[in-house]
């Protein structure tokens, strides 16, 4: 029993990590994008910060979304592998944007596709902070699980 619940902790633990890496991964584009378009957060803009906190967890969503079964399958192979250093969370989040990008590149909607080398190189390093935010929460202790028997003590 107390296996089991460990298996759901480890699960918990995995997906808050999920979330925090998806949101970091929107602030990072959020803060590139505004930068891009020349707004910086000035003592004399006070729309700024509100406009990030409404835009963050929105674009989040669909980093999530999109993310979310190139994420399961590193996150797997880094569980079983009991890896848990920070480079291959940050390769990871790059892997997970390529993925998105030949997603996005495949659809047959025109519109969908992500044509500029900067939006693109900006989607790879938002994947890369993402990766780097869920190794802070999750990755650090990936396959612990595999690791430190725990004892049945009703069996």
Do not use: C, K
């Not at 000035?42 to 509100?50: F, L, M, V, W």
């Amino acid at each position: 029993m107390r296996r089991i619940i460990a298996y759901l902790i480890r699960l918990v633990v995995i997906l808050i990590g999920y979330v925090v890496g998806s949101l970091a991964a929107s602030a990072f584009l959020n803060v590139l994008f505004l930068g891009h378009f020349g707004y910086a957060p000035e003592p004399g803009q006070p729309t700024i910060a509100p406009a990030l906190y409404f835009s963050v967890p929105f674009v989040a969503l669909f980093v999530a979304y999109f993310a979310f079964m190139p994420s399961a399958v590193v996150i797997l192979i880094a569980e079983v592998l009991g890896r848990r250093d920070w480079l291959f969370y940050a390769l990871g989040g790059a892997v997970v944007a390529v993925v998105f990008l030949g997603f996005a590149h495949n659809v047959s909607d025109g519109d969908f596709d992500i044509t500029g080398t900067n939006a693109r190189l900006a989607i790879v390093g938002s994947g890369m902070v993402g990766g780097i935010f869920y190794w802070l929460w999750a990755g650090r202790w990936a396959g612990s699980w595999r690791r430190e028997p725990l004892l049945d003590t009703e069996s």
